[in-house]
Structure formats: structure tokens, C-alpha cells
């Protein structure tokens, strides 16, 4: 694996022990990059890293807690005394597991302290890595910075009233990367992530998100990875201080587009 558009380059990866994260990696890694596989699950941090060093790659496991500066500083180091270099930072991690989902919910019933965790992960985690990233970079005068966000950031919804908040907040800071660090070579960009089912979800729930795309199906993991790795290498080098949307024209359309297309076809304007 040493050939590749990320030939010769190292890929830090948040939150990739698992799910979106993990394939992340493993395109990344593919595409010739070292990769740092973060979690703060150690074990699966490791998993992931033992299959991507089994299948030729060159990759290391950090468990860390992005939340916590001190973890975090301590992961760059580590980056720079294995690899000497950093040049993708992918600000994958966030927390939304079933009890934080339980928790996290509409503004009268939010539980405060789940709120205080997903700013924690999925805020300032993002933060610090990327303050600890950028002097690394700057060393060589170049680096891609990313950040998974989510539709759930730019629309509305019945719950996850912390995870919105934070991916909302998300879509600033490319623009704040670009702006402050892009005549020294560092880009900054965001992710729209739509739904990329990584688990069976009931089918009544992936028909309604059916109808509300604008593709034949839903996503994979593989095509959300294959947008990082366009971020992340020289394919995109005139793109920053952006959001790329990959969510199949989800939120690209009027809520009322399912309906009228009903409509249409009960009139027989099925082509319209």
C-alpha cells in the first residue's frame, strides 16, 4: 500500500475503532496514506490498526479521548515521534450511542449532562485536535483538516438537541481553518454526512429516508470515505473553507417533494 494518491502521507482518524471512522481508514490506507487510527475505545483502536498493518498498510493505534487536552496533545506527539509529519486530520469522532441518544433529546427534556458530553466529543474534541494538528502542519507548510458534520446541524429535528448543536457548529470551523491558515497551506473543509446505514435499521424506517432521496438508495460507508479521501488529497486542493454535502440530495429539497411527487404520478405527470 504504497502507491496511491496519499502515498507518503500520514491520516489521523478520530473516532475510527469503529463504523464510518474505521472505513475511513481503511480507504485512506488504501489510497497509500499511514494512518493513526484514534479511539477512545484501545482495543478497537487496535483491531482496526491489526487489520489494516495485515493487509500491507502502515498504521499505528492511539487510544485517546479527544475531549480531554492533554490526551489529545499527547496523541500528536506520538504522531510526530512515529511519523515525523501530519497532513489529514479527519475529525470523525462523536458520541451517539444508545444511552446518549436516550438522553439527549428535546430542549424540555434534554439531560443537561449529555449535553455537556456531545459538545465535549463532538465540539471540542474537533477543536483540540485541530489546535494541536495545525503546528504540526505548519511544519511543512501544508495539511487538509476535515469534520464530519451532519445534515442533523443544518435541519431541525424531534431530539438529539446537543449532537445537532454541535454539528452545527462544525460547519464554522473550515471556515475559521481557511481563513486564519490557508495563505500558510493548511485547507479546511466539512462533510455533510447523510444516512450511510453501517447496521440493520427497521425497513419501514430506510423506506421512508428512501423516498426523501434523491438517489435510487442510500449511501454506503465506502462512498462517505471515498469524499474524505477526496478532501484529504490533492483532488481537491482548491477546495476549503467549505461543507461538502454527501447525502443523496436529502436535504436538498423541499420537505413536501415525496408529496407532490405522489401527486404528480396520481395525475399522470410522473415525468415532471
Not at 157 to 181: C, E, F, H, N, R
Request: aromatic share 4%; proline share 3%; net charge negative.
Amino acid at each position: 500500500m504504497s502507491t496511491g494518491k496519499l502515498a507518503g502521507r500520514v491520516a489521523v482518524v478520530t473516532g475510527s475503532g469503529n463504523g464510518l471512522g474505521a472505513e475511513c481508514a481503511r480507504v485512506l490506507a488504501e489510497l497509500g496514506a499511514r494512518v493513526v487510527v484514534v479511539d477512545i475505545d484501545g482495543e478497537a483502536a487496535a483491531t482496526v490498526t491489526d487489520a489494516l498493518v495485515a493487509s500491507g498498510a502502515q498504521a499505528m493505534a492511539v487510544c485517546t479521548d479527544v475531549s480531554s487536552e492533554d490526551a489529545v496533545q499527547a496523541m500528536i506527539a506520538e504522531v510526530k515521534a512515529r511519523f515525523g509529519r501530519l497532513d489529514v486530520l479527519h475529525n470523525n469522532a462523536a458520541v451517539l450511542g444508545a444511552e446518549q441518544r436516550n438522553r439527549d433529546r428535546d430542549l424540555a427534556n434534554l439531560d443537561m449532562q449529555a449535553w455537556d458530553r456531545a459538545i465535549a466529543v463532538n465540539l471540542r474534541g474537533a477543536v483540540l485536535c485541530t489546535k494541536h494538528a495545525i503546528p504540526l502542519m505548519l511544519e511543512q507548510g501544508k495539511g487538509s483538516i476535515i469534520f464530519a458534520t451532519s445534515g442533523l446541524g443544518m435541519q431541525g429535528d424531534m431530539s438529539l438537541t446537543g449532537y445537532a448543536t454541535s454539528k452545527a457548529a462544525l460547519m464554522m470551523l473550515p471556515k475559521l481553518v481557511a481563513a486564519q491558515y490557508g495563505k500558510r497551506g493548511i485547507r479546511g473543509n466539512a462533510i455533510q454526512i447523510g444516512l450511510a446505514p453501517q447496521h440493520p435499521l427497521p425497513e419501514a424506517l430506510l423506506d421512508i429516508m428512501r423516498d426523501n432521496h434523491c438517489t435510487p438508495e442510500l449511501g454506503t460507508p465506502r462512498q462517505i470515505a471515498d469524499v474524505v479521501a477526496f478532501l484529504a488529497s490533492d483532488e481537491s486542493a482548491f477546495v476549503t473553507g467549505t461543507t461538502l454535502v454527501a447525502d443523496g440530495g436529502f436535504s436538498s429539497h423541499t420537505p413536501s417533494l415525496v408529496a407532490m411527487r405522489a401527486l404528480f404520478e396520481k395525475l399522470g405527470r410522473s415525468g415532471l
